[in-house]
């Protein structure tokens, strides 16, 4: 537990100079911004990616798999590929996987590198569009460190590729776009959820037409029609509606935390949204992927898929969350809401930490350079 939380007290910390700072005018240095942001990225990327048999039952699962995989790419585009390797990972990540075996590397320095780099494109995604780098990195910390980093790897190579997608939405470059998110795909097939994004750049919703899509939300979960939904996606993909599918299958309970943050936290949303438009730069792209992040959250309300849907759009979510702190013209009570968010985000962060297979799956931590 103690290294997580030094994790985290050192985000919290960098969070707070640079919201002291913004707040008093004072500008950093843009090469001071690159070093920092290089020093997080390696902080995040090595801690996750030289985890050793930590993350639940997934990381024995990425070790098999890696042991599996073709020993050269030739060997892989002739389709010498084990049909449950085929069946259980995306081209892309068995690709990878064979060029790391055919260069006499192992499985640890493998995740190292995917850690590394995940983190430094993530980074760059928050550098470009989130106010508050460090708060962001703070909230990411809570709400989708652990699960993406420690579980889902193949995830959020998917996920970083279409952050880094957002450009080509901001500039309108559907080609590369669309491009981008193929390319997500062949590491995750969940990533085709991200195509509606393109369409959102421009979407300005009013406060009735935002409230009557998180009635419905509302409705979808409660009649599960998110689950009849994605299974008939899955029936028109070229490829990986197997893995979709079997993520429609994994039912879950309820998390009524989802309701008692999202309810709050989109109403105050809808009143300032003028003075937030104002303050923070892209907010109304950020604010159309929180409503998507919304609706998914609520439609998926009791099936495991939403953890993987939802990511694609935490941007938004980690966005909007942030610019509550440029709501109060006070500095003080900037200074406190600033403080209620890391403090809940903290809570998170910690339920996740001491629940997740109970308790077993991240704790204690344990890498390779330890042993």
């Not at 969070?15 to 997080?40: D, P, Y």
């Amino acid at each position: 537990m103690t290294l997580y939380l030094v994790i985290y007290i050192l985000f919290f910390a960098l969070a707070i100079i640079q919201f002291v700072s913004k707040s008093n005018g004072v500008i950093i240095a843009k090469h001071t911004r690159w070093l920092s942001l290089s020093f997080s990225a390696l902080i995040i990327g090595i801690f996750s990616g030289a985890r050793q048999d930590i993350g639940g039952f997934d990381y024995g699962m990425y070790e098999y798999f890696f042991g599996m995989a073709p020993e050269s790419p030739g060997q892989y585009l002739s389709g010498d590929v084990e049909p449950f390797l085929t069946i259980s990972c995306e081209p892309g990540y068995i690709y990878i996987m064979t060029v790391f075996k055919s260069l006499g590397l192992d499985f640890n320095a493998f995740f190292l590198f995917l850690g590394v780099a995940c983190s430094f494109l993530l980074l760059i995604a928050f550098l470009k569009y989130e106010k508050y780098l460090y708060l962001s990195i703070v909230i990411f910390l809570g709400k989708g460190y652990l699960y993406y980093f420690f579980t889902a790897q193949r995830q959020i190579i998917a996920m970083v590729i279409c952050f880094l997608a957002i450009g080509f939405i901001v500039r309108r470059k559907f080609f590369f776009f669309l491009i981008m998110v193929i390319i997500a795909s062949f590491f995750h097939t969940s990533a085709i959820i991200f195509l509606p994004a393109y369409w959102l750049y421009k979407l300005n919703l009013n406060k009735k037409a935002t409230i009557i899509c998180f009635i419905l939300a509302g409705l979808a979960g409660l009649l599960h029609l998110g689950r009849y939904t994605g299974t008939a996606i899955a029936s028109l993909l070229p490829f990986g509606s197997e893995k979709l599918n079997m993520y429609l299958e994994g039912e879950t309970g309820v998390n009524m935390l989802n309701f008692v943050e999202l309810v709050p936290l989109t109403v105050v949303l809808l009143v300032y949204k003028e003075k937030l438009s104002e303050r923070i730069p892209n907010f109304q792209l950020l604010f159309n992927f929180y409503i998507v992040f919304f609706v998914l959250t609520i439609s998926f309300a009791d099936f495991s898929i939403v953890s993987r849907l939802k990511g694609y759009y935490l941007l938004g979510y980690i966005g909007v969350l942030a610019g509550l702190v440029d709501i109060p013209k006070n500095k003080k009570i900037g200074l406190a809401v600033f403080l209620g968010i890391v403090l809940y985000i903290l809570a998170v962060y910690l339920r996740e930490l001491l629940t997740f297979d109970d308790g077993s799956g991240y704790l204690p931590y344990n890498s390779f350079f330890l042993n």
